[in-house]
């Protein structure tokens, strides 16, 4: 793969950069409440030398009943001061699955105005498997100024989106597993409707990855958008269960040069039980 700090960075890259002062690394650990994982814990038993936990639960908006949405910009700046983060750092996020919630955080400081910033490809897993240090031992955290700069058209809500699927012009890509995009598996939260927002296309993120939960090469990843059909020429809304998977293919397409991307942030959460809005089921 190409190292590239702005969107995916290997594993031998992060390691030959973790003296670096200016490199911040955060563990954006995150699991479905079935899981019964708590991610906090596990990075406090383990982690990349020198990593912060990024909560994602905790740095969202607390004033939505919906989870994890984008927090306001100053709760972004405080949490992330306090992590000993912010201007001129080179921030690299990494997971516990491989890649799956560390795009989420990395969508987060790109929202704010960040660009310095990359996934860790393979994330923890790959890391592990290659024999490379971790510690258990509380990073030392001085606090560090940040600037936000809100970038709004990276993100979409429930009207906006019920606009573009009426209007046509926009490709709107599901990142759920295709039973659900489909309505016939059932959601894993209560109180949600079966199906898909009419019009849009699965591309479940799991296909963007090879077997080892690294990225695909971008050839690979243009032909799985293409499969399902996606039109990259047009601008792009990305949504999934609650948020957070979207992101792994916002990333997926920043990988293939693809930056006409907002991510439509209440994901099925918010649409599966708005009850003003279509639902459709079956293929796309």
């Known amino acids: 793969m190409t190292d590239d700090p702005k969107t995916l960075v290997s594993t031998a890259w992060l390691e030959d950069n973790l003296k670096n002062p200016d490199l911040r690394v955060l563990d954006g650990s995150w699991h479905m409440p079935a899981e019964n994982r708590d991610p906090r814990a596990e990075f406090e038993a383990e982690h990349i030398p020198g990593a912060r936990f990024f909560d994602i639960d905790d740095i969202s908006d607390h004033r939505s009943a919906l989870p994890h949405m984008a927090p306001p910009v100053e709760k972004f700046l405080s949490r992330v001061r306090a992590l000993g983060t912010g201007d001129g750092h080179q921030i690299v996020v990494y997971d516990t699955a491989g890649i799956m919630s560390a795009p989420r955080v990395w969508w987060l400081f790109k929202l704010m105005g960040h660009e ?6 393979g994330g923890l897993p790959k890391w592990r498997a290659e024999g490379r240090p971790v510690e258990d031992t509380p990073p030392v955290i001085r606090d560090r100024h940040m600037v936000a700069r809100f970038q709004p058209q990276m993100v979409r ?3 906006e989106v019920s ?3 009426k209007l046509g012009q926009t ?3 599901d990142a759920r597993a295709p039973g659900r995009f489909t309505g016939e598996t059932p959601e894993p939260r209560e109180g949600l409707r079966s199906g898909h927002i009419p019009g849009s296309r699965n591309v479940f993120f799991k296909e963007l990855l090879d077997a080892d939960g690294s990225m695909k090469d971008a050839p690979a990843l243009r032909a799985v958008f293409e499969g399902a059909g996606a039109d990259l020429g047009k601008p792009i809304i990305t949504t999934c269960g609650s948020g957070i998977t979207a992101a792994v293919l916002t990333l997926a397409l920043a990988r293939i040069g693809v930056t006409d991307t907002a991510l439509y942030d209440g994901s099925w959460t918010e649409w599966g ?3 003003t809005v279509p639902v459709a089921t079956g293929p796309a």
């Open 116 to 121: 310095n910033v990359a996934v860790l490809d």
């Open 163 to 165: 606009f573009a699927a």
């Open 171 to 173: 490709e709107i890509l």
């Open 273 to 275: 039980q708005f009850p």
């Open 157 to 159: 809500d429930v009207t």
